[in-house]
């Protein structure tokens, strides 16, 4: 991956607010050719910076859906457990996001619900039975400040 520089950021700061601008866009806004543009963005993505581009996608039924953030501990921390919980973990449609994590819980999940009753049905038909549980601590959103797609990219220092 080669260092990015100031035009370098503000490509990407300006892909990040509307992935689908167009390159003689994207030229303009940087002040760049369209042609020097459109080889900063092409070392950008085979340099593995941009990985890719994708729709953000948000239905009605999530605009009025519950974000519920679960941590969870498993009985052992062995590949058995682990492989058995991450297959498990897999198959849970509600599941949008699952981490593996280091400290005091071993997965951090977000789990999209209809409302707080919808969970209780995840909770116990789902997230109870998944392998090798021990503990499942649950936490519920009251509002989301950064969304997906919404983070800054970082200015180079000095």
Same mark, same amino acid.
């Given at each position: ?62 605009? &009025? ?8 501990? *498993? ?5 058995? +457990? $682990?492989? =058995?919980?991450? @297959?498990?973990? &897999? ?8 981490? *593996? ?5 071993? +997965? $951090?999940? =977000?789990?999209? @619900? ?45």
């Amino acid at each position: 991956m080669h260092a990015l520089d100031a035009l370098d950021h503000k490509i990407l700061r300006l892909l990040r607010k509307d992935g689908r601008m167009s390159n003689a866009k994207l030229a303009a806004e940087v002040g760049l050719s369209p042609s020097a543009c459109l080889r900063r963005l092409h070392m950008l993505e085979h340099s593995g910076v941009i990985r890719g581009y994708t729709a953000i996608i948000e239905t009605a039924d999530e605009e &009025r859906s519950v974000t519920v953030i679960v941590q969870i501990t *498993l009985e052992r921390q062995t590949d058995e +457990y $682990l492989r =058995r919980f991450d @297959a498990a973990v &897999r198959r849970c449609p509600e599941v949008r996001e699952c981490y *593996l994590l280091s400290g005091s819980s071993d +997965y $951090l999940l =977000r789990v999209v @619900a209809q409302d707080p009753a919808d969970y209780d049905r995840i909770y116990k038909d789902s997230l109870s039975r998944l392998p090798g549980v021990q503990r499942i601590q649950s936490s519920f959103a009251i509002r989301s400040v950064v969304r997906p797609g919404s983070l800054p990219v970082e200015e180079p220092a000095g």
